[in-house]
């Protein structure tokens, strides 16, 4: 008589402590996402929303020397209006490729130059020497009187 | 009775009966250092610890005048410099205590792995340690940013793009860091929280993790020392910290503070150009000296390896050398058994002569 209900009482004892310990485990882990969760959302950055440059007017961008570049912006980012030796304009992306550093025109090798880590890049955008795995990004140029019209190809 | 104490007595006598003083100062009393020819390299830890405080004191009171927004940053430093009185003073020791924190960091760190302090049963002082080590130097990548000029701009656009070569995660720490696509006001906003207070909070919880670890096992003799004491040749001796070694800290301490006062002095740190987002990178840029020798090793390595970005493999090997430091004490398992490896102080050597030999490449080329 005595010893049936400790049996019956000990074997449902088992269960539910490891019931009582999986709820406890399991609010506790629940708490933890519930804090985390948010704080991590709010530390990543909303997206802005802003629209996609795909054109930029240079105002009086033909004034360009030859031999020479000039920085302007394309939206939140920096591009590169470039004119040759021979006087044709061209435009570029002024991020480099390697670890985004803002790149420069540099006369004495009429090249396009990355003072970070030393990129080197022809007239054409394309990647010459030096760490940059990739050209710089092309852009369209027209000439609209004395302003440059830059746009995305 | 009672009135026949003087007030400091008394006084000493209501604290110990609330909070048991008697233990510490019995724990404090009996505390010894070993004492033989390394000794020297025990001070280093200590006079890091000090450039954190200074670091501190100095860093609440820049706190008072500095505003980390795009638009007023640079100027916010420059009213410290020009107008505050000892505002130069007071920035310029911090930017010095900083860089010659890191300088002693480094020779705490070489000096603990060269003499293999690392050995069981300290594994944890220098897990800890490593992590301090880590934190200090994103305390001084974040600090970098804070005045908001041209080369810290740039710095910290190459930094936190080195973060997007991390597999998987990259671009969501870059934005991460970054506060957004790209390094502007909103990074500048999130430097400051991390430099202010997320650091610090993670500073102080680890590194009185690594002070009590230190505290609890005492000073670690080096096998060389502990050997000769073990065969009887040479018994080990011990000084007691208070008063001997920690006056000699407190030594150590004010050297510190003279070659700091004297580098503020005469060599105010600069504040430079204010950083434009649209000027293309300034000739002869390069990051903070402690930093060089990866910036260099960048500038090296070929754009495309075995078709992979050159880049990618520069900083997953630089991961690969920090997991190194950070796993050392489990996986060189000799010393626990007083031998010493060749391989892993080979290696200590090669990392070492590899960060000075890649820092003066970065400062002639």
């Known amino acids: 008589m005595n010893t049936q209900p400790t049996q019956g009482s000990s074997s449902t004892a088992t ?124 852009f369209k140029v027209n000439l609209r009187g004395e302003d440059v019209v830059v746009s995305k190809g | 009775m009672a009135r026949g104490k003087g007030l400091s007595t008394t006084l000493y006598e209501w604290i110990d009966e609330r909070v048991q003083l008697e233990s510490l100062i019995h724990f404090m009393s009996k505390k010894a250092v070993p004492q033989h020819r390394h000794s020297v390299w025990y001070y280093f830890g200590g006079m890091t610890l000090f450039l954190f405080f200074v670091q501190v004191g100095t860093g609440i009171l820049l706190t008072m005048y500095y505003r980390p927004s795009a638009e007023e940053a640079y100027e916010s430093v420059q009213f410290i410099m020009t107008e505050v009185r000892f505002g130069w003073l007071i920035r310029s020791i911090h930017s010095w205590s900083a860089n010659l924190m890191i300088a002693t960091m480094f020779i705490h760190l070489f000096s603990v792995y060269f003499l293999k302090s690392y050995r069981k049963p300290r594994e944890l002082t220098w897990v800890t340690g490593f992590g301090l080590f880590a934190l200090v130097l994103a305390f001084g990548f974040s600090g970098y940013l804070l005045p908001w000029n041209e080369l810290s701009f740039f710095a910290t656009k190459v930094g936190t793009e080195i973060a997007g070569v991390v597999p998987f995660v990259g671009k969501f720490m870059v934005r ?56 009887g040749q040479k018994p080990t001796r011990d000084v007691p910290f208070f008063p001997n070694f920690f006056l000699h800290d407190l030594l150590g301490w004010y050297v510190v503070i003279a070659v700091l006062a004297a580098l503020a002095a005469l060599m105010p740190w600069e504040l430079g150009k204010k950083a434009d987002l649209f000027a293309p990178a300034p000739a002869g840029i390069r990051p903070e000296w402690y930093f060089v020798y990866m910036f260099q090793t960048l500038k090296f390595i070929p754009a495309k390896i075995l078709g992979m970005d050159g880049e990618v493999l520069g900083i997953m090997a630089f991961g690969i050398g920090g997991l190194f430091l950070f796993l050392v004490p489990f996986l060189d398992r000799d010393p626990a058994h007083h031998r010493r490896t060749r391989l892993f102080s080979g290696i200590g050597v090669f990392i070492v002569v590899y960060i000075i030999v890649l820092t003066i490449v970065g400062y002639r080329v």
């Open chain 2, 176 to 231: 991460l860091l970054r506060g957004g696509d790209d390094v502007t006001g909103a990074t500048l906003s999130r430097f400051y929280g991390f430099h202010i207070a997320i650091l610090p909070g993670m500073v102080t919880l680890i590194l009185t993790i690594h002070v009590v670890l230190v505290q609890r096992l005492g000073m670690s003799v080096p096998i060389g020392v502990e050997k000769a004491a073990v065969s």
């Open chain 1, 15 to 138: 269960p539910r402590r490891s019931f009582l310990n999986f709820l406890l485990s399991t609010s506790i882990g629940a708490s933890i996402v519930a804090i985390f969760y948010p704080v991590m959302k709010y530390l990543t950055p909303p997206k802005t929303g802003e629209p996609a440059t795909a054109s930029v007017v240079i105002p009086k961008g033909t004034e360009l020397k030859n031999n020479s570049g000039q920085i302007f912006k394309f939206g939140s980012k920096p591009g590169i209006l470039v004119r040759t030796p021979d006087g044709e304009f061209r435009a570029f992306s002024a991020i480099c490729t390697h670890l985004e550093c803002t790149v420069q025109y540099k006369k004495e090798t009429s090249q396009i130059w990355c003072a970070c880590h030393n990129g080197v890049y022809d007239l054409s955008g394309r990647n010459v020497s030096g760490p940059p795995p990739r050209p710089l990004e092309n």
